[in-house]
């Protein structure tokens, strides 16, 4: 069975700065996902960014982008510039091809003026 | 377009009581999800239907049950409720399950307390 693991349960940042949340994986797959689901107070869970395994460039989705190291089995997300709004818990999930989503326990960030 | 929608949105039970959640998709996807999140331990799949007419259990499946009643509704019954299933509930959909990556799409979820 795949595991994910978010080892800080939280986190803070003041406005406009860089934060990076980690999530190390253990699967002995060859071919997957990964993401990164945000979920803000309203409960909504948004995909933030997604990462195929076998592309070796990092995703990058605005001020958000990965860092994804494969023979570490790491994907880290860093948020650039950080807005009040991307105050919320922060989820990293992995797939393997054709089954379901696994879920980190999740990171809080806190973003503060 | 609505999306994913989930009736109700809040419930508090006894113990003991029986109640059904649903889930609606007007997207046409062929996979449906339930998940539950608990504090501290992220979102836990409890069963998923890869397409209509199958269903198969996840992580979590003792003391639910799921009915795929058409490719659109998914719903999720706790016959007999614990305070253990005090929870927030979350049902998701996506294209499909087999084959290349399909997007998850989630619902506003339900939480659910039982006392």
């Known amino acids: 069975a795949q595991t994910v693991t978010q080892s800080q349960p939280e986190m803070s940042v003041q406005e406009a700065e860089t934060v990076t949340l980690s999530c190390t994986y253990d699967?002995?797959?060859?071919?997957?996902?990964l993401f990164w689901y945000k979920q803000p107070p309203s409960r909504q869970m948004i995909l933030v960014i997604r990462?195929?395994?076998?592309?070796?460039q990092n995703a990058t989705e605005n001020r958000f982008s990965v860092n994804f190291q494969k023979a570490a089995k790491s994907f880290s997300l860093k948020i650039s510039d950080s807005q009040l709004g991307d105050t919320a818990m922060y989820f990293c999930a992995f797939m393997k091809q054709s089954s379901t989503l696994t879920f980190g326990k999740g990171t809080m960030l806190l973003v503060s003026p | 377009n609505a999306g994913v929608t989930q009736t109700p949105k809040f419930q508090v039970l006894k113990t003991g009581q029986s109640m059904t959640l649903q889930c609606a998709q007007d997207m046409n996807h062929n996979s449906m999800y339930w998940y539950r999140q608990d504090p501290g331990m992220g979102l836990r799949l409890i069963y998923y239907?890869?397409?209509?007419?199958?269903?198969d259990k996840g992580e979590v499946p003792n003391g639910y049950n799921v009915s795929r009643l058409n490719k659109r509704e998914f719903s999720l019954r706790l016959e007999s409720a614990a305070p253990s299933q005090t929870s927030v509930y979350f049902c998701a959909s996506s294209e499909a399950l087999i084959g290349r990556f399909h997007e998850q799409y989630f619902g506003p979820g339900t939480r659910l307390t039982v006392t």
């Open positions: 699967t002995s797959e060859s071919n997957y996902y």
């Open positions: 990462q195929e395994a076998y592309k070796q």
């Open positions: 239907s890869a397409s209509e007419g199958t269903t």
